[in-house]
């Protein structure tokens, strides 16, 4: 079992910016890839970011040029530091672990949740 706990979401105006951090924890060795993902009111989840064990890192278009994942493995944590945020930024972001061997992410955070004002 991998345990996954995200923070640093909040309210914050047009334009600003956030960093949201998972600690993870547990079984990690069997994990491949975490990703970042977020749920707006009445849409499907999208996967936004992922780094893969190996440090290579991927983002949507929908946010490429404004976020930005990075790992500290001493401290079992991932981030992401979203700039420029947009009212349609707005939604629960989740953190989620891929073990050696799936195609889909198995382990999730409880999700942070970010709201930007215009």
């Known amino acids: 079992q991998v345990q996954l706990v995200e923070s640093g979401g909040g309210s914050v105006q047009t334009g600003g910016s956030l960093r949201l951090s998972c600690v993870f924890s547990?079984?990690?060795?069997?994990?491949?890839?975490m990703g970042w993902h977020r749920q707006a009111p009445g849409e499907q989840r999208e996967l936004v970011a992922a780094?893969?064990?190996?440090?290579?890192?991927g983002y949507s278009e929908s946010v490429k040029g404004r976020l930005t994942l990075s790992r500290d493995s001493a401290k079992n944590t991932i981030y992401i530091q979203v700039n420029d945020l947009k009212p349609e930024d707005t939604a629960v972001y989740y953190c989620?672990?891929?073990?050696?061997?799936?195609?889909?992410?198995?382990?999730w955070g409880q999700g942070t949740q970010v709201t930007v004002s215009s």
């Open positions: 989620a672990a891929r073990a050696n061997g799936q195609d889909l992410y198995k382990y």
């Open positions: 547990g079984t990690i060795d069997n994990i491949n890839a």
């Open positions: 780094i893969a064990s190996g440090g290579n890192t």
